[in-house]
């Protein structure tokens, strides 16, 4: 079975009235601790009132990475300079490759700032190789029935392909640097074990209920960090159970992140700023 090297609680803060645990990077956690998984934000689980301001991500920049963003509850309205507006719903998830550079929204729709509602959603960021740094930005969204979901161990586990192969399966993206997540909801008693290649990291991130992890108990708001050895992971939940989880190799390259640009150099971060303040990453016009 592979090593369980560390568990960290994710640390809540407030950002601009939504609830969050940021769960990495941290104090504990460095930036490219995980690489090529570079940072998670976990907003909710909250209740909007009726009338609310909604989601505060607002227009802003980025480059050299992808996002990929798990919409558990409520909605949320990508909008970006390159022409794409989807409105992904409870289930979906929306994969953007930032690329050479983009300009985006994530806000609630009207609907959900009218009457407010449950909302909770998850914010990867996935580090891109040097090769990929400046590839065309891209966007893809997806709905809960666009997702393929892998019904195992009787219904008591359900596996959400967003992304590589799961249980021989093709999931609903093959990204540009063979990135394999998913999650994994489980009844109680649940169960579900994956052998993993040697030398990939792995992201685990359990966002609700309780897990036994080769054998030991992992909470709620909990990232597992794994050794890189080839190795099984052995999972029972003891509870109602919702699971982010993920494997990949790692870039073996310098991580140079500020702000919303992660590059390979510093010199590549003053090109980024320099690039957008020029207007090089096109125009908000929304």
């Given at each position: 079975?592979k090593?369980?090297i560390?568990?960290y ?13 940021r769960?990495m ?8 601790a ?5 940072f ?5 689980p909250?209740?909007?009132?009726a ?14 990475f992808?996002?990929v963003t798990?919409?558990v ?17 409870a ?11 983009i300009?985006h929204?994530?806000?609630s729709s009207?609907?959900?700032l ?27 969204g ?5 997702i ?7 219904g ?6 967003i992304?590589?192969?799961?249980e021989?399966?093709k ?15 489980f009844?109680?008693e649940g169960?579900y074990s994956i ?13 609700s209920?309780?897990l ?10 909990n990232?597992?960090e794994f ?13 109602k159970?919702?699971?982010l989880?993920?494997?990949a ?17 510093r010199?590549e971060?003053?090109?980024?700023y ?5 207007g090089?990453?096109?125009?908000w016009?929304h």
């Amino acid at each position: 079975m592979k090593k369980i090297i560390a568990k960290y609680k994710a640390g809540y803060t407030d950002m601009g009235g939504l609830d969050t645990y940021r769960v990495m990077p941290s104090q504990e956690v460095a930036i490219d601790a995980l690489e090529p998984f570079l940072f998670l934000n976990h907003h909710g689980p909250q209740i909007y009132p009726a009338n609310n301001r909604g989601l505060p991500f607002g227009p802003h920049p980025h480059k050299g990475f992808e996002t990929v963003t798990f919409i558990v509850d409520g909605d949320i309205v990508h909008t970006d300079n390159t022409g794409y507006n989807s409105k992904i719903e409870a289930g979906g998830i929306q994969w953007m490759t930032a690329g050479k550079g983009i300009i985006h929204s994530e806000n609630s729709s009207k609907e959900f700032l009218k009457n407010g509602g449950n909302v909770e959603i998850l914010q990867l960021w996935v580090n891109l190789p040097a090769k990929f740094k400046n590839v065309d930005p891209a966007y893809i969204g997806l709905q809960k029935d666009e997702i393929p979901h892998l019904i195992l161990d009787d219904g008591k586990v359900i596996i959400d392909a967003i992304s590589g192969n799961w249980e021989g399966e093709k999931a609903a993206i093959q990204s540009l640097a063979d990135i394999h997540l998913a999650t994994i909801s489980f009844e109680k008693e649940g169960k579900y074990s994956i052998t993993i290649p040697e030398g990939r990291t792995v992201l685990f991130y359990l966002i609700s209920g309780q897990l036994i992890v080769n054998g030991e108990k992992i909470d709620k708001l909990n990232l597992v960090e794994f050794d890189d050895n080839e190795g099984t992971i052995q999972i029972e939940a003891t509870e109602k159970s919702l699971l982010l989880i993920g494997h990949a190799l790692p870039n073996n390259e310098p991580v140079v992140a500020q702000g919303p640009f992660v590059m390979n150099t510093r010199l590549e971060i003053q090109e980024a700023y320099a690039d957008y303040q020029e207007g090089k990453f096109g125009k908000w016009k929304h």
